[in-house]
């Protein structure tokens, strides 16, 4: 009997980040992850982006592997993400 062997590419280097950032980015690992104060989940590639502050209403974020500025909303649920342009 042979074991399946799963492999978990979530540390694996996020394709289109220059190499200096690249400590920033990582795959999101599931579709359930919680954000924290210091990171959002882009919306249209699904990669988390860790911040070197904490998050703020209006704050501005730029996501290299698709080339979109996103922006931070405060709603009553808690902080929302959403693709400036």
């Known amino acids: 009997m042979s074991a399946l062997v799963m492999f978990d590419d979530s540390d694996a280097p996020v394709l289109g980040v220059p190499e ?15 954000e924290t104060a ?22 501005r974020v730029f996501c290299h592997p698709c080339n979109n500025w996103l922006v931070i909303r405060k709603t009553a649920e808690g902080f929302r993400t959403e693709v400036a342009y």
């Open 38 to 59: 210091a990171t959002v989940v882009c919306p249209c590639c699904r990669v988390v982006i860790t911040l070197e502050e904490p998050k703020y209403d209006g704050m």
């Open 20 to 34: 200096k950032e690249r400590h920033r980015y990582r795959k999101q690992r599931c579709p359930d992850e919680e």
